[in-house]
């Protein structure tokens, strides 16, 4: 199988083929490794490779299995590999084996999917870029120099380039559908508790983080989220597994009541500005709703874009400070001593001066904003509204500059952090930090289903997605629309024809 046919099919698309012996898995194996080595050395989305391993995997792998042995990428960041290298983006775990294997992992592989190697993430995955000091910081396939976002970055390099046709992701505040949305991807977030993170974490960032992956078809990543959700016996979220994510793509949609926001109400006090494309993306969507016979109305949901982001942001820093100190207890290595970014130290000492009870008003919030979105819900069944504020930056711009980080470095000072946080530094921290990706840390606070659905093509040649949000536990509600969205646009042969050799 020539590497060009191979990146011509969806993952669903290729496993059909070894199933109906059209080709072979081996087959299927040999055009990903060589696409990986063909295109990596330029785009750095994978850090590293494991293909004896994975071949002898596939192997075991069973035909009649969902994914039928179809090659795919994890993130090296919490998705471990039992006895295999989970660096987390970062020289400080260059080193670190996890000893037991993640029940994601596990689940993938059991639907059929063999992991070829681990792909590029920030440092800690905080950054909603990908460019970490310890690796090589992977470009966006649609343009050279350019972010593929965070921080599942080179989660979507790899697939946007046709390295793999769905690659393993996961989202804390948009880290799955920022690069979606920058690399022209459909990137879904499940609802909170759907996905385990066992048997490492019960949850982590207080539920936040949830994985999935990124794929070019909305049927790749139903089939996926039908194989892998439902929470582990330790879990701490009573949720159940699930079938009918593949079915719901093909029964009518009844006409919903949607809400179109350009996010505002997120945004203000930021100084986010709303790119015109970004407005016109959004708009498109609104179009294309109202065309398919669904009720579309602009309304911005009731909640507080500033308390929201100074809460994220809170629990942001203590947990960062407590991963900093795990890290420090898996390596040996004391916390200032760690081989850490000057950002990250910055922040983690920012996180290590928090109160308990400042933290515990912090979380307190998300409920709140999960209270006024379900009021919310009752008038409307999605939202729909940015997922950034414009196309993909250049690789560079929004990564601290070096007087940035000098003035950071001044939190080594006894007594500093304590000040600065008086002094209102989480509120720099936010503009920093969210300015231009306001609009997708509040699925995460408040657990819904969102999606990033690429509706768009700029005039500089870059992607552009579309966020859509549903009521929280309403998955299937929200890939049957993205089905509806992709077949009336038909965004997916757009994105492969942009994979062909030039």
Known sequence: MHVHDYQQYDATGLAELIRRREVSQADVFEAAMAAIEE???????????????????????????????????????????????????????????????????????????????????????????????????????????????????????????GMVPIALAGDGGGSIRIPASYCGLFGFKPSRGRVPLAPAHGEVWQGAVIEHALTRSVRDSAALLEQINGMAPSGPYPVPHETGYVAALSSSAKPLRIAVSLGGFLSRGLGTQVSAEVKTAVEKAAQALSAMGHEVEWCDPPVEGNLLADSYLTLYLGHLAADLQWIS????????????????????????????????????????????????????????????????????????????????????????????????????????????????????????????VPFHVAANGLPVGVQVVGRLGEDKQLLQLAAAMEQHDDWQCRVCQKLEPE
Request: hydrophobic share 40%; with cysteine; glycine share 8%.
């Open 329 to 452: 207890q898996q390596t040996g290595v004391s916390v200032h001593r760690l081989a850490i970014e000057p950002s990250t130290r910055a922040v983690g000492r920012l996180g290590a001066k928090l109160s308990a009870r400042d933290y515990e008003l912090a979380k307190r919030y998300w409920h709140v904003a999960a209270e006024q979105m379900s009021q919310f819900h009752q008038r409307f069944d999605v939202l729909i509204m940015p997922v950034a504020a414009d196309t993909a930056p250049k690789i560079g711009e929004l990564y601290p500059s070096v007087a940035r980080e000098r003035l950071m470095s001044l939190l080594a000072v006894p007594g500093i952090p304590s000040l600065a946080l008086k002094a209102g530094m989480l509120k720099r921290l936010a503009v920093d930090a969210l300015s231009r990706t306001p609009f997708t840390q509040l699925a995460n606070l408040t657990g819904q289903p969102a999606m990033s």
């Open 39 to 161: 295109l990596n050395p330029s785009l750095h989305a994978v850090v590293r490779t494991r293909f004896e391993k994975a071949r002898h995997e596939s192997l075991q792998v069973s035909e009649s299995s969902v994914f039928a042995g179809v090659p795919t990428l994890s993130k090296d960041l919490l998705m471990a590999l039992a006895g295999e290298p989970l660096a987390f983006g970062s020289a400080s775990l260059s080193t670190w084996c996890p000893k037991e294997e993640s029940l994601f992992i596990r689940r993938v592989r059991d639907a059929g999917l063999v992991v070829l190697g681990q792909t590029a993430t920030p440092e800690l995955g905080l950054m909603g870029i990908t460019e970490p000091r310890a690796f090589p910081h992977p470009q966006n396939p649609w343009r050279a120099g350019y972010s593929p976002g965070g921080s599942s970055g080179g989660s979507a390099s790899a697939v946007a380039s």
